[in-house]
């Protein structure tokens, strides 16, 4: 029997759909919702020391995590000063001090150290009550999200992940030495780059030598799922694979044996895939938005920790073969990195001519559940949060 013709999700896209890709003010208030949704921030790997930091975007908005002991803590990276921003590089280590007047904060952001302050203010530091904006953070396995504070429902992020909790969890374990993410501009709005990974429709234009080069996917040969506000693909059509793979996920039995990608919402997709032999990897993108047509697509790929069964010649030879395999992948992933920014670059050109919804494939379905997550997002709803249902395109 054929699996049951999904809806297409064109419904869900609003006629100024497209308004935040051309509308700089559009985007800006897109962005400013959005700021309280968790959204992924860095991985606990750069934090192993008391006292590292890394700087990261959260909303547009320059934040920076650092470690204090045992508790990571998050703040809005601008001084309560004259805010200049407290963390000017990448990531390294040291106290929060201001490099423009030299005010240093304790581990709580409260001001603690303002020089001549008696002088220059009139009283002592801690009087002056001055703080920084702290970020909420919270981790799933190496992850690490932030949300700023806002009014409402307040949900966590194991309510908020659902399902996928403990999925990212086991995921974003690496199996071997700790990787380095890059960072790569892409001229383009941070959902035409998001989108672009919910599409298995273009493969065969966009990717004829990688992707594409086995030809068209078939509908039938893989699960479309929801759960909470996200979704996945598994190339899989076990009745309840989603959660099976969860729960084997928690309980340490995982053995990764297909292709898996999950879109989190708002912007982060993390993926699991064949390469070669018993070896499987795991992506970590993030398309972070920098302005209504620029964003920045971060990019981290490491070998997955669950265990393997490889052939004695394979288990000896890993050290040599590891290198090798870590520069093909990341030689193939380059290039399909390349040639979907040039689609949404090129997307990005027209997109102040959209003024319709657009007609969504089979096999572009989730471009529209995308559109109404994030539909609930921009009106503050919760209706799709805090439940680890799944809902499934099997009949």
Not at 179 to 195: G, R
Not at 315 to 327: M, Q
Not at 378 to 388: E, F, L
Request: net charge neutral.
């Amino acid at each position: 029997m054929s699996p049951k013709m999904p809806q297409r999700g064109a419904s869900a896209f609003t006629p100024n759909w497209a308004r935040t890709l051309v509308d700089p003010q559009a985007f800006s208030d897109e962005q400013h919702r959005l700021a309280s949704v968790w959204t992924f921030l860095g991985f606990t790997s750069d934090l192993a020391k008391d006292g590292d930091w890394f700087r990261a975007s959260l909303a547009t908005r320059s934040v920076f995590v650092q470690r204090f002991d045992a508790t990571l803590k998050g703040f809005e990276n601008v001084c309560a000063h004259r805010f200049y921003p407290l963390r000017t590089g990448d990531k390294g280590h040291g106290p929060i001090v201001c490099g423009f007047h030299g005010w240093r904060y304790d581990n709580d952001g409260c001001a603690i150290g303002i020089p001549m302050c008696q002088e220059q203010f009139g009283t002592v530091s801690r009087a002056l009550g001055a703080r920084l904006t702290p970020v909420e953070l919270a981790t799933c396995g190496a992850l690490i999200f932030g949300r700023f504070a806002s009014d409402g429902p307040r949900e966590s992020l194991s309510e908020f992940l659902g399902t996928g909790f403990p999925i990212l969890e086991a995921l974003s374990r690496s199996g071997g030495p700790s990787p380095q993410a890059i960072s790569t501009p892409v001229a383009a709005n941070w959902k035409l780059n998001l989108q672009i990974t919910l599409d298995d429709y273009h493969g065969v234009a966009v990717h004829p030598t990688t992707i594409g080069r086995n030809g068209y996917m078939h509908r039938a040969d893989v699960s479309y799922l929801r759960f909470g506000l996200h979704s996945a693909l598994l190339v899989t059509k076990e009745p309840q694979a989603l959660e099976k793979m969860a729960e084997a996920c928690a309980n340490g039995s995982f053995r990764p044996s297909h292709y898996c990608i999950f879109q989190i919402l708002p912007n982060l997709v993390v993926s699991l895939f064949h390469s070669g032999g018993a070896f499987f990897h795991c992506c970590i993108q993030q398309y972070v938005p920098v302005a209504h047509d620029r964003s920045v697509q971060r990019v981290l790929i490491h070998p997955v920790a669950f265990p393997a069964e490889h052939p004695w010649p394979i288990r000896w030879t890993r050290p040599l073969s590891d290198p090798i395999r870590r520069r093909l992948i990341w030689r193939t992933v380059r290039r399909i990195m390349r040639e979907d920014h040039q689609a949404c670059e090129r997307l990005q050109l027209v997109a102040h001519q959209v003024h319709r919804a657009p007609l969504l494939s089979v096999l572009e379905e989730r471009i529209g559940w995308f559109e109404e997550s994030y539909a609930r997002l921009m009106a503050g709803h919760d209706d799709a949060v805090g439940t680890s249902s799944t809902v499934s395109d099997e009949a």
